[in-house]
C-alpha cells in the first residue's frame, strides 16, 4: 500500500506523522487522557511495552516539556467553545457562570520516566530506555534499579522505595490472526504488566494497560477490582472500532493489608485476599453462558450474595472516549487540499519482521512493495 493510500485510509496514521508521534498510538493515550485526566499530579510513570515511543513521547510532552496536549488541549477546546457561545448568548443555563479557565501547564519538576520494551528504543530526553521482557522475573530488578539508583539489586526487595503514580501498558504480542491465541499472549502480557505495577505503584496511584476482550474478560475485572477502586474499560476513537483492543483504566491502587507484590504469588494467586474495604462489596455472581439460536452468547450473572469469594465476577462500566467528532478509525477520509505525504518519525528500530520484509524483497513481486518502517504501531 502507498504511502499516500495509506494516509487516506489511516487518518490517526496521517496525523501522527503530521504532529511528530512516533506512532499512531500516541491519540489512544491522549484520548484516554481527555476522559480520565490521567496526569493530574503524576510525576513518575513507568510505561511498560513502550517501543516505539509515542506513549512515551506524551508523557515527555506533557510531564517534561509542558506542553497544551491531551486533556489540556481538550480543556482549551471546550473553553473556547464556551465563550463562543456566551458571546453568541446561547449557552442557556451556562450564563450564570463565568467559564472556568483550562488548567496551566507547565513543566513539571523531579519527572521520572521508564520506558521498557523487547525492542530497542530510539532515546528520548528525560527518559530511561530499557531493553527487557516484562514477563521475565528479571526485569524487576532492573526497573526498580531505574527507579531508585540506590536499590539495592542483590536484595530479593520487589518492592519500590520511591513508588510510582502511574504505570501504563501498552503491549501487544504480534498477532498470529488466531483469536484465542492471541488473546492469551495478551493475557499474560497483561498479568505480567499488573504484577509490575503492583510492585512500584503508590497507593493511589492508576494503572493503564490494553486488554483483547476475551470470553473471560470479566473474570480480569474481578481480579483488577481486589486492588483498584475504581476499574473502567475504555475504548479511545483512535482504537479501531473493528478491533477487540481496548484499555482498562484502574485508578486509586489500594492493596488490601498486608500485601506484599510478588512474582511467585502473583495477586495473591493461591491464596485469598481480604478486600480492602474488609466488606463484600462486589458483587458475587454465579454467572452462566447460553449460546442462542441467532448466536448471540447470553451472559446471566446471578445475583449479589455473601459468598466466599469464589466465583466473583465483576462487569466493568464501559466507556468510549475521545472526541466523538474526531476521525472515525475504520473509515477512509478525503485527504486535505495539497496534501504531502510524509514519512513516518520514527521507523521501528529492530522490527521482528525485518527479516521476512527482506527474504520477500529478494524474491521481488507485490510483497516487495511494503518498506521497513510503513508499519505503525
Ligand atoms: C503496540 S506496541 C506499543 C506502542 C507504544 N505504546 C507506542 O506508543 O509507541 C506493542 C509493543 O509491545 C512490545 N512487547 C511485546 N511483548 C513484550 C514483552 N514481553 N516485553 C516487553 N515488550 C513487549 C512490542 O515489542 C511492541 O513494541
Not at 448568548?89 to 463565568?98: L, R
Not at 449460546?291 to 450473572?301: A, F, M, S
Request: proline content about 7%.
Amino acid at each position: 500500500m502507498g504511502k499516500s493510500s495509506k494516509d487516506k485510509r489511516d487518518a490517526y496514521y496521517r496525523l501522527a506523522k503530521e504532529q511528530g508521534w512516533r506512532a499512531r498510538s500516541a491519540f489512544k493515550l491522549l484520548q484516554l487522557d481527555e476522559e480520565f485526566n490521567l496526569f493530574e499530579g503524576v510525576t513518575r510513570v513507568v510505561d511498560l511495552c513502550a517501543a516505539p515511543g509515542s506513549w512515551s513521547q506524551v508523557l515527555s510532552r506533557i510531564l517534561i516539556q509542558g506542553q497544551r496536549v491531551g486533556r489540556i488541549a481538550w480543556e482549551d477546546k471546550r473553553y473556547k467553545e464556551l465563550l463562543r457561545l456566551r458571546e453568541a448568548g446561547q449557552d442557556g443555563d451556562e450564563a450564570a457562570s463565568e467559564p472556568e479557565p483550562p488548567t496551566e501547564a507547565k513543566p513539571r519538576k523531579n519527572v521520572k520516566i521508564v520506558a521498557i520494551d523487547l525492542q530497542p528504543m530510539s532515546p528520548l530526553e528525560g527518559i530511561t530506555c530499557l531493553k527487557a521482557d516484562i514477563t521475565h522475573p528479571t526485569t524487576i530488578p532492573l526497573l526498580l534499579k531505574a527507579l531508585d539508583p540506590d536499590y539495592d539489586s542483590s536484595s530479593s526487595s520487589t518492592e519500590a522505595s520511591h513508588p510510582v503514580d502511574l504505570v501504563l501498558s501498552d503491549g501487544a504480542p504480534d498477532v498470529t490472526g488466531l483469536h484465542d491465541l492471541d488473546i492469551y499472549v495478551q493475557s499474560q502480557l497483561l498479568w505480567a504488566a499488573l504484577n509490575l505495577a503492583l510492585c512500584v505503584l503508590k497507593p493511589g496511584g492508576t494503572f493503564v494497560a490494553k486488554i483483547f476482550r476475551g470470553k473471560d474478560v470479566d473474570l480480569l475485572y474481578a481480579q483488577l477490582k481486589i486492588v483498584f477502586e475504581g476499574v473502567t474499560v475504555a475504548k479511545p476513537r483512535s482504537s479501531r472500532a473493528s478491533s477487540v483492543e481496548a484499555f482498562i483504566v484502574c485508578t486509586n491502587f489500594r492493596p488490601p493489608k498486608g500485601f506484599r507484590a510478588s512474582l511467585d504469588n502473583p495477586l495473591g494467586a493461591g491464596r485469598k485476599l481480604e478486600h480492602p474495604s474488609g466488606d463484600a462489596k462486589i458483587p458475587r455472581t454465579q454467572p452462566s453462558r447460553t449460546l442462542r439460536d441467532d448466536g448471540i452468547t447470553e451472559l446471566e450473572l446471578g445475583s449479589e450474595s455473601e459468598g466466599d469469594g469464589e466465583d466473583i465476577r465483576w462487569i466493568a462500566p464501559f466507556l468510549a472516549c475521545g472526541d466523538l467528532s474526531a476521525f472515525d478509525a475504520d473509515a477512509s477520509h478525503k485527504l486535505p487540499e495539497g496534501h504531502v505525504s510524509l514519512d513516518p518519525v520514527q521507523p521501528p528500530t529492530a522490527p521482528p519482521y525485518r527479516r521476512a520484509l527482506e527474504e520477500r524483497k529478494k524474491m521481488g513481486g507485490a510483497y516487495g512493495k511494503t518498506k521497513l518502517g510503513d508499519v505503525p504501531a
